[in-house]
């Protein structure tokens, strides 16, 4: 069974990598457009998915980053790719400041100030804030990004640095999720109040993965800001935020390949049925509904934890 | 790899250009879908009816001219998206769009691949202040227009003046031209703010700015907003003139605000083809009729149909679909040319060249007329 | 002083609207601890119906203005409550057992779905109330102008909530509610229909959203297939505002985040408005977790 799913992948992942040799342009940058979405998507997934916290607000980290970035390339002339751990940091400390003192709102009540605080962002940005963000115009003349000195442009060069990021991300998620913190944060996500009884300081991980997550979605704004060289703050609306939770939702929630299967969907699903043009939006709600009727746990739901007992004989345990 | 990459690139090349050697193909990017979708739709009906037009004429270099829409969805991202779907199908120019930033968004995509781009309702400045050579709007520019409200507040004689735009590009840019205008003129800006488009309920804004007691209001934003500030305006009983900016244009605003509270509402806006004396305007307005059945929605949409028609008596006239020689026929060559909102002639910039802007005002049966 | 009243009834108006759009999220989510987030285009769809219905049939004609208002909103209310019923059984009864984020996108996808429907069915231009169904006239109270309408849109919402809190505090149904509410499990013990229950909450919640599309369309006007997603946005603030699943909660925090809007426009800044609201929401919520009226009980999973 893991052996065939190994083989699934790693024909999938060649396919994809060799798809721009057969695709053409703007079928590579619906495929750039998925590998974004995949990364703040697992971004996303660490804190709806592992944490379980109820965030639709995520565009807000997204775009401090890809102002960060947009700001410092824009006046300082720093080359985007170099803003990268700036772009992290300034998102991370945002969630650290603004998630600190409602960390502990249970449920619902910390969905309504994630949509509450992705809403003040957005509408700060468009009131110019302390006058550094150019109101509705947005920010423009950002500069493509460099590596070595080779300017990257075309969607076919976009393609190799995305979905680099794309593998990082995914290595990244995947060790952070086998680790001590990853399991602490599934198991308040299971049962908050045993957690705490175990010794695990819930709000300072609920934090932590608030952190984690938004500085991932910082750097993926700084690509994004790149590689559209305008960013205006519509492109962060609520309805992004939604998406996000919604590709994490139908693909697996604490799932990498269900999150990275999420994202094709998501920006895919609505590409391939322009064709229908006025009732693909219809049909995209219908089939949301429908997915999770279907396949409650999302398509590629995560498995349950295995462990291989030291005596050989192999057992199982759910965290 | 690299050759794997050159060859593919050379084989999509040859079979792009085997292909389409039959037609001649112009893009559309418009909001098909989205807030704008009423707008984005007129367009493609437009430039769809002046295509078979041109194709019933015997199309264009012998060939037959083929119109392929791309949705932007009234959203940046989107429209770098559909930018990019028109530019792989080898289009020679491409038509649109409405919204400032989400043509913004598509700039560079079409310079970068050399195709022409002529706007259709796109009004900030910026816009062609980059030095862009394949890019070209039919609509005027927001500094025009500013000049041109200032000149009707400071004819109606207004000495404090209340503005509000909607913070949208294009609004607010009209906002704060036309206040460094009034600024420099010694008149009082009483009031400045934005509303959030979208809402239902105004009065909060217009009890606040009715205590700022201003001679009259410049509102720069769009018409479904107006509509209700008109109506709400009246059912407070406060009587202020209002002046709206060129979104302003289109029939709803009647329904939304009633003729009652609309009359007397003055808004700026390029002549609509039904007060242009030229044949062409009145051809077109006749044909439009016939196969919709309606007149257009705004001027905006008509504007697109101009784009497609210099674009097009551009490749005629040059003899070619280079994008170089059809962008140079455009900045130096084509002069006056009889479009559909007047005459048109681009400058070296890519801008629209002449005043093309007027004052009209809603009468007591909810028509627009255009003022002297 | 008078800018300040003035301000306040603009506020209220606009609160009431919200409250009966809240009303609707916290009934739901009291029994299925459920954010129906598809219930912002049920408001939709009330006023498109409340549009269709007065256009073609010509009641005012017939039966006069009140009554034919009165009779309207019986029908919008009750086409709206069907709808609602219905979206409960296609699209929540199957995943009351599953995850409750499961539900949650199951009920985004509903929203997208109704908001694209009307799109199809009506078209995406705005759509406008015929004028001179209410007439247009203001009072004048001690130099404070109101529109007749509003007035009597406040005196109808007011109307209708004060019903509504009868009904589930005085009537055996009502009980039943607020019992499936506390614990669906020991009330189904006592031998409540729960699934009954359910219906009626989603019988009532989607009437009373239906009510106030019917209300913005006759008030405002003009209507179009994206407003559910902005009132339905600012409904659940306000019914988080008051506290999740409680209904006296959700009125108080409509009329709260209407005034706060009205007074935040006022006298800080209007382009600020909507984010000073959720400033305060925020505010309140580090203070109190749960709402204004909410209870604080430790939610043990």
Redesign the interface.
């Known amino acids: 069974m893991r052996d065939h799913s190994k083989i699934i992948y790693s024909t999938m992942t060649v396919l994809l990598a060799m798809s721009p040799?057969?695709l053409?342009?703007?079928w590579v940058?619906?495929l750039n457009?998925v590998g974004l979405y995949a990364i703040l998507g697992l971004s996303l997934n660490i804190i709806?998915g592992h944490a379980?916290l109820?965030n639709l607000g995520h565009a807000a980290f997204y775009a401090v980053g890809a102002y960060t970035a947009a700001i410092f390339n824009t006046r300082f002339n720093i080359p985007v790719l170099w803003l990268l751990p700036l772009c992290a940091l300034s998102a991370g400390l945002f969630a650290a400041i603004v998630m600190r003192?409602?960390i502990?709102?249970?449920?619902?009540?910390l969905?309504?100030?994630t949509?509450?605080?992705g809403?003040?962002v957005r509408?700060?940005l468009?009131?110019d804030i302390f006058g550094i963000t150019q109101?509705?115009?947005?920010i423009?003349g950002i500069d493509r990004p460099s590596i070595f000195g080779i300017s990257i442009?075309?969607?076919?060069e976009f393609f190799y640095l995305i979905w680099g990021f794309v593998a990082v991300s995914v290595f990244f998620f995947h060790r952070l999720e086998n680790s001590r913190f990853g399991r602490a944060l599934n198991y308040l996500r299971e049962?908050?109040?045993a957690a705490e009884g175990s010794g695990i300081n819930v709000a300072h991980y609920k934090l932590a993965c608030f952190v984690i997550g938004a500085a991932w979605a910082g750097m993926v704004g700084d690509i994004f800001a790149s590689k559209?060289?305008?960013i205006?703050p519509?492109?962060f609306s609520?309805w992004e935020s939604?998406l996000l939770?919604?590709l994490i939702?139908?693909g697996g929630?604490a799932s990498i390949p269900g999150v990275i299967l999420g994202a094709f969907l998501i920006v895919g699903l609505p590409e391939v049925f322009?064709g229908i043009?006025?009732?693909r939006?219809?049909i995209?709600?219908?089939?949301?509904?429908a997915m999770?009727?279907f396949r409650?746990?999302g398509i590629l739901p995560s498995r349950p934890r295995r462990y291989v007992l030291p005596d050989e004989s192999s057992g199982e345990s759910r965290a | 790899m690299r050759k794997i990459l050159f060859f593919t690139a050379a084989f999509c090349l040859i079979a792009a250009t085997t292909f389409g050697a039959s037609t001649i193909k112009i893009g559309l990017m418009a909001p098909l879908t989205g807030p704008w979708a009423s707008e984005g739709q007129d367009m493609k009906q437009i430039v769809e009816l002046l295509a078979g037009e041109l194709n019933e004429h015997g199309g264009l270099l012998g060939k037959k001219v083929e119109v392929i829409s791309a949705d932007d969805g009234g959203d940046p991202k989107t429209a770098a998206l559909a930018a990019q779907k028109l530019v792989t199908q080898d289009v020679v120019g491409a038509i649109g769009t409405y919204g400032s930033s989400i043509t913004e968004a598509s700039q560079n995509i079409y310079d970068e691949s050399k195709v022409i781009q002529i706007a259709n309702g796109s009004t900030a400045v910026r816009l062609t202040a980059k030095g862009l050579k394949y890019f070209f709007r039919t609509s005027p520019r927001d500094d025009e227009q500013g000049r041109v409200g200032v000149q009707a507040l400071e004819k109606f004689g207004y000495k404090n003046v209340a503005i509000l735009h909607d913070n949208t590009t294009y609004a607010k840019g009209l906002a704060e031209e036309a206040r460094a205008l009034l600024e420099k003129k010694n008149v009082n800006i009483v009031f400045y703010d934005a509303l959030t488009p979208g809402e239902r309920d105004y009065t909060a804004i217009l009890t606040k700015m009715k205590s700022a007691r201003p001679d009259g209001v410049f509102f720069t934003g769009y018409y479904p907003e107006c509509g209700l500030l008109l109506r709400q305006k009246k059912e407070m009983n406060w009587n202020v003139p209002f002046l709206g900016g060129d979104a302003n244009n289109n029939p709803d605003l009647i329904k939304i605000a009633g003729t009652d509270a609309a009359e007397g509402f003055y808004f700026l806006s390029p002549p609509v083809p039904q007060d242009l004396p030229s044949r062409e305007a009145s051809d077109f307005l006749k044909a439009y009729k016939k196969k919709y059945g309606t007149t257009p929605g705004s001027i905006w949409a008509v504007l697109s149909g101009d784009g497609f028609r210099v674009l097009t008596a551009a490749i005629k006239a040059t003899g070619s679909t280079d994008s170089d020689k059809v962008a140079d026929y455009l900045h130096n060559k084509l002069k006056n040319y009889p479009g559909l909102t007047g005459t048109i002639s681009f400058d070296d910039k890519g801008d629209r060249v002449g005043e093309v802007y007027r004052v009209y005002r809603v009468n007591a049966k909810g028509e627009f007329i255009l003022q002297p | 002083m008078e800018e300040f009243f003035q301000q306040l009834t603009n506020g209220l108006a606009v609160g009431a609207i919200y409250a009966l759009i809240a009303l609707g999220y916290t009934m739901v989510y009291g029994v299925l601890k459920l954010i129906n987030f598809a219930h912002g285009e049920l408001f939709t769809i009330g006023s498109y119906l409340g549009l269709t219905l007065l256009t073609s049939l010509g009641l005012s004609d017939v039966f006069g203005p009140v009554l034919a208002i009165l009779l309207l909103a019986a029908m919008v209310m009750g086409l709206v409550a069907v709808v609602g019923a219905l979206l409960e059984r296609t699209a929540y009864r199957p995943l009351r057992e599953s995850p409750r984020l499961s539900a949650v996108v199951s009920a985004l996808g509903a929203s997208i779905f109704f908001q694209n429907a009307v799109m199809l069915i009506y078209g995406a231009r705005l759509r406008v109330y015929p004028l001179g169904i209410l007439p247009r006239t203001a009072v004048n109270l001690f130099g404070i102008y109101l529109p007749l309408v509003k007035l009597l849109i406040l005196f109808a919402s007011v109307a209708i909530m004060t019903a509504l809190y009868l009904y589930i505090h005085k009537t055996r149904i009502g009980t039943a509610i607020r019992a499936a509410a506390i614990d669906q499990g020991a009330a189904r013990l006592m031998g409540i229909d729960v699934d009954r229950v359910i219906l009626i909450v989603f019988l009532i919640g989607p009437a009373l959203g239906g009510a106030a599309g019917l209300m913005v369309g006759l008030l405002y006007g003009q209507i179009n297939f994206t407003m559910g997603w902005v009132y339905g946005l600012k409904a659940f603030t306000a019914a988080i505002l008051g506290g999740i699943g409680n209904i006296p909660g959700a009125m108080v925090g409509g009329i709260l985040l209407g005034v706060i809007e009205a007074m935040g426009a006022a006298y800080i800044s209007i382009a600020w408005k909507d984010a000073i609201a959720f400033v305060v929401l925020i505010l309140i919520l580090i203070v109190r977790p749960t709402g204004l009226l909410g209870e604080r009980v430790a939610e043990k999973v």
């Not at chain 1, 109101?135 to 947005?138: F, L, M």
């Not at chain 1, 995209?284 to 509904?289: D, L, T, V, W």
């Open positions: 040799l057969f053409n342009k703007y940058d619906v457009n709806v379980g109820f003192p409602i502990h709102l249970r449920g619902d009540y969905c309504i100030v949509i509450g605080l809403e003040i509408i700060a468009i009131n109101g509705a115009n947005g423009f442009r075309r969607p076919h049962d908050e109040v559209m060289t305008i205006s519509e492109s609520f939604v939770f919604t939702l139908l929630s322009r043009a006025n009732a939006m219809l995209f709600g219908g089939a949301m509904i999770m009727i409650t746990e």
